[in-house]
């Protein structure tokens, strides 16, 4: 997949081995699709002080999942748990972009290029730099990420 890993050693191996490497982490709520479900989510956060810093919702008949980065997962996994909820935290890539015409392009076409298939994507901001943060995850996000980060692109 990405030719600038080192020989023998798989993403996984190498990120036991760096200090630097910081995953953003992703809290999944899986909830029913319904009035006021949202709202109530979105109450627990506000009540346990926990700001929303990038979301997407993804719905069927009758259930959803709602992905959210937000400002303290472990926090907000364990009150909307105790509010019935299920959901869990996983890792995902945060790639910061320019905020110009074409820069989604780009980093789908470098990660077309590398043989990478993304499960899915969502926009966030950088607080920090006011740059737009493209929140993705795929089968193997250590390898993906060392492969943007060999390519140049600002990992999060």
Sequence with gaps: ????????????H??????DF???KQLSIYAENKKGVMQNITG???NEGINILGSVTNDSAEYGIVRMVVSD??????ALIAAGYLCHV????GVEVED?????????LTLKDSNVSVDYLYLSFNRDSGKPIMVLYTDDIYEVECCLKSK???ML
Aim: aromatic residues 4%; negative net charge; glycine residues 4%.
């Design 152 to 154: 140049g692109f600002v």
């Design 100 to 108: 110009k015409t074409g820069n989604l392009n780009d980093l789908l």
């Design 44 to 46: 627990i956060l506000k």
């Design 73 to 78: 997962p472990d926090k907000a996994k364990e």
């Design 22 to 24: 910081i995953m953003l």
């Design 90 to 93: 996983i890792d995902v890539i």
């Design 14 to 19: 190498i990120t036991e081995e760096r200090e």
């Design 1 to 12: 997949m990405c030719e600038d890993l080192p020989y023998n050693k798989t993403a996984k």
